[in-house]
């Protein structure tokens, strides 16, 4: 990114690129400083006044400039509402929201300049760099890697940007310059000590999410051909009220008697089983939602629901109860669900970690997908439910409470299956022989603690 930005600059007088990261820190430590930073690399034009460098701003002889940007904060975008951007450069585009990089692509545009015939049809332009993970990952994956076959280069409607696309998939073989600066590089990353990171980093797999909040999720486990429930199963329902933002509404059936499915997979008495799932997204726009009235939503839910047997009951995210000068959200759900003579929705339990005694969703929902003292699980969804599948492994912990995940994702279906599973609560048995050896450990500490050879034994 910093040799092609340095390149047009040179090529192409009074252009502007701008170069982001996420946070400042980063910026200045990756960009310019070191043995190939910008200050490195243009130590001798700066010394001959080909170019200056003042704090973040780099100054060519012809005018063109190279602009170096952060987004720490989503309300960072805006310093740049103004700014004409002829070339975008995102660094670790994953560290990015997905509302960052459309503002700021909304930006760049190029009038007035000048671009020499080598490089005509190439400009304005954006280039992104990325590595698999961290809280972009679900919008970059769907937005560039799974959508388009590597390398093709594809021209994008209107309402995603009107320009021509292309994902360039990158292992460590395509940057040979690595293994002849640091020979060691490939070993360190071999040794990250996490083999899913190993997967993303050295491999490239966009398949793998390191630091995933739910890192229980096995598709192998929680993901089921679609069966015919048995009618003696209860069946209930969960909702996220969303507009601007997807809603996700769920159907749920609770396990009899132990079930095996199709695939061969055995379900426990008491396994919540997802069976359907309306989630409210614009076609082809991650964490985009239907904005849709209460009214229709609850047609909706009422017309996916006819065929079922009557459901045993229905949790409903508890703002969507909230009153603000109008009837509430869930009120006029709920009219009509009353219509068609379904069960309506009451408010959802919504306790997301523990707290003086109250047990968490999040505890709630990954002790579920543990499952039973037999390593079976408590909680499946059908294959068909594709927007769970597709949002629920991704999930980050929020940086600044781990024990919460990030709400900047896209958690919708996520916060509903919290939902439903702090609608039927559920405690892991613990077998016989787990409670007698922990009792024999704790005496073991105690006895150690308080004994002569305390120091020896820890």
């Keep these: 990114m910093r040799i092609a930005a340095i390149v047009w600059c040179t090529a192409i007088p009074g252009l502007q690129v701008y170069l982001f990261r996420r946070i400042r820190d980063d910026l200045n430590k990756n960009h310019m400083e070191g043995p190939k930073g910008f200050r490195a690399m243009l130590a001798g034009w700066v010394a001959q006044g080909w170019c200056t460098i003042v704090e973040d701003e780099i100054r060519f002889w012809n005018g063109a400039k190279i602009y170096l940007c952060h987004c720490k904060d989503e309300k960072d975008i805006y310093k740049y509402q103004g700014a004409e951007i002829h070339v975008l450069l995102i660094d670790e585009l994953t560290h990015f929201t997905e509302d960052m990089y459309r503002f700021l692509r909304n930006r760049v545009r190029m009038v007035g300049v000048v671009v020499p015939a080598q490089y005509a049809g190439q400009f304005p332009r954006i280039l992104c ?163 849709l009235h209460a009214d229709v939503v609850g047609k909706g839910i009422a017309e996916r629901e006819a065929k079922d047997h009557r459901l ?20 006029r759900i ?51 439910c594709v927007d769970s599948i597709r949002t629920i492994p991704a999930l980050q912990h929020d940086p600044l409470k781990p024990e919460d995940l990030d709400s900047d994702m896209e958690d919708h279906a996520a916060d509903e299956w919290r939902y439903a599973c702090m609608s039927r609560p559920w405690i892991r048995k613990k077998p016989e022989d787990e409670k007698s050896s922990n009792v024999s450990g704790y005496r073991a500490v105690r006895e150690a603690a308080s004994s002569s050879d305390w120091k020896a034994s820890i």
């Excluded at 993303?200 to 096995?218: H, I, L, T, Y």
């Excluded at 507009?243 to 008697?257: I, L, M, N, Q």
């Excluded at 045993?312 to 009120?331: Q, R, S």
């Excluded at 929705?345 to 543990?370: E, I, S, T, Y």
């Design 129 to 291: 760099g990325a590595n698999p993970g961290n809280i972009g990952h679900l919008w970059v994956k769907m937005t560039f890697v799974t959508s388009a076959q590597p390398m093709e280069i594809r021209p994008m409607p209107a309402n995603d940007g009107g320009m021509r696309r292309q994902y360039i998939p990158a292992r460590l073989e395509d940057n040979p310059s690595m293994t002849v600066d640091d020979p060691g590089y490939e070993m360190r990353l071999e040794g990250l000590g996490s083999a899913a990171l190993v997967q993303a980093m050295r491999w490239g797999d966009w398949d793998v999410v390191e630091g995933a909040f739910f890192d229980c999720w096995d598709t192998r486990r929680h993901v089921v051909k679609p069966f015919a429930i048995p009618d003696d199963w209860a069946r209930f329902r969960s909702g996220d009220w969303g507009s601007a933002k997807p809603f996700s509404f769920g159907w749920w059936a609770v396990v009899g008697d132990k079930f095996k499915t199709p695939d061969g997979l055995t379900l426990p008495r008491g396994c919540l089983v997802r069976y359907r799932e309306w989630y409210g997204m614009q076609p082809g726009k991650p964490n985009t939602g239907l904005k």
């Design 312 to 331: 045993v009951g229905g949790v409903l995210d508890p703002a969507a109860f909230a009153e603000d000068g109008g009837p509430p959200i869930a009120e």
């Design 334 to 384: 709920n009219a009509e669900l009353i219509k068609a003579k379904m069960v309506p929705f009451r408010p959802a339990d919504n306790k997301r970690v523990p707290g003086r005694g109250a047990m968490g969703g999040w505890d709630q929902m990954r002790g579920r997908l543990v499952g039973d003292e037999d390593g079976l699980p408590m909680l499946v969804t059908f294959s068909t």
